[in-house]
């Protein structure tokens, strides 16, 4: 019942309202006018021609003869955009121009460090290798110490030629004659040239200048060079006394010819090689301050520094000695040795080494020959200790 009911009110409102709402059709004929359109249409266009207003008065107001542009300056020179990109593109030029010129500033500083870097080390290279006046000093003090080696062992050859032949009692030598005329060679030496106050009062001789000087150690150990021949004369006549004053005389003719002679001259030989190496040591002490060899201005000065007397000519001890001073005391030699560069120090201790390697050689060879001398004196000792117990009979070799 009631479904009926909804179905027959819906269909009567349907009725209803197309007949109340539904369009009256028209025909194709008929002038139909859009009014709300044209409306909205009229309405756009006034707002479009107020939006155009608007902006042809902002665009005047911006331009070169507007207000704004007024206060910007002249048009003469181009519109304020043509201005303001001109001024940009300057600032900008600007601005790589002054970039260019900072690199051109830092390059030039770079290339001026770099120059004062090279120059600063081709100085250090030119001072490396520049020979120093300490440097030359060394390589002349080295050159006086091995021409004065040399210099010596000829002076000590010489000495130990005449005091072997004389110790031998060679011929022509006053103990060849025999011993009374090898003392009284002896003292006559003596007497002429070192006589004492003492001797000239007995009227032996006449007071010498040097008196006694044949006697005293001094005469042998001075400052390093001989006085001259005469301090060299001087000092091998004190090893004279000191070793073998007096040489027995020589075994001649039937004295080495029969049995009991050529054991004497066994003995001798014996006697004479002891003697000459006792002599070879002290000859050696004189030769090496026998004045041999020039010294130098600079070695002078380092005499001079030290106190002594500078001599033109000095002996190899005075060379080694002024070299080894002058590195230990010298004031001058300090004061340049502080204002060294290190490539010179390095050649100033490389000279050092040497020097350090030739005095141990130097040493060495004393030590052999102190060594040989004591050698000999445990021999000589050994000898005079060796005495039988008994006397033996002579065996028979027969047997």
């Known amino acids: 019942m009631n479904k009926k009911k909804l179905l027959t009110s819906a269909a009567a409102g349907a009725m209803l309202g197309a007949l109340v709402f539904g369009s009256t059709p028209a025909l194709s004929q008929m002038f139909v006018v859009d009014w709300a ?17 608007t902006l042809t008065s902002i665009s005047g107001q911006l331009g070169l003869s507007g207000p ?5 300056g002249s048009s003469e020179n181009g519109t304020v955009t043509q201005l303001l990109q001109q001024g940009f593109t ?87 004659v025999g011993r009374a005329q090898a003392v009284a060679a002896i003292s006559q030496l003596h007497f002429a040239r070192y006589c004492s106050a003492t ?22 150990f001075g400052t390093g060079t001989l006085s001259g021949q005469d301090g060299v004369t001087a000092a091998n006549d004190f090893v004279t006394n000191a070793i073998q004053p007096i040489v027995p005389a020589a075994l001649r003719a039937e004295q080495l010819t029969s049995e009991i002679g050529r054991e004497a001259a066994t003995k001798r030989r014996e006697y004479n090689a002891r003697m000459s ?13 026998s004045p041999s060899v020039p010294l130098s201005t600079a070695q002078k000065q380092q005499m ?21 001073n002058r590195r230990y005391s010298d004031v001058d030699w300090a004061a340049q040795l502080q204002a060294m560069p290190p490539a010179s120090v390095a050649r100033e201790i490389a000279h050092e080494l040497a020097a350090t390697n030739y005095l141990l050689t130097q040493l060495y060879r004393v030590s052999l020959l102190n060594a040989s001398a004591n050698a000999t004196h445990l021999a000589a000792t050994t000898e005079a200790n060796f005495v039988p117990t008994v006397q033996l009979p002579t065996p028979n070799m027969s047997n």
């Open 37 to 53: 359109s044209i409306a909205v249409q009229n309405a756009l266009k006034v707002l479009q021609d107020q939006i155009s207003n």
């Open 68 to 72: 704004i542009g007024s206060l910007l």
């Open 90 to 176: 300057q600032e900008a030029n600007y601005a790589k121009a002054s970039v260019d010129a900072q690199q051109q500033i830092v390059d030039g500083a770079l290339i001026s460090h770099t120059r004062v870097l090279r120059d600063f080390r081709n100085s250090q290279i030119g001072v490396e290798h520049t020979t120093s006046p300490v440097h030359c000093q060394a390589l002349d003090n080295g050159q006086a110490v091995t021409v004065g080696a040399g210099q010596s062992w000829k002076v000590a050859q010489s000495i130990e030629d005449v005091g072997d032949q004389r110790g031998e009692a060679a011929n022509g030598q006053p103990a060849y």
């Open 199 to 220: 001797e000239a009062a007995a009227g032996l001789c006449t007071a010498s200048s040097t008196q006694n000087a044949d006697q005293r150690a001094s005469t042998l």
């Open 277 to 289: 190496l006792a002599r070879n040591v002290l000859d050696y002490a004189v030769a090496v301050q």
């Open 304 to 324: 001079q520094n030290e106190g002594l007397t500078p001599i033109d000519t000095g002996s190899w001890l005075q060379a080694l000695m002024l070299d080894a």
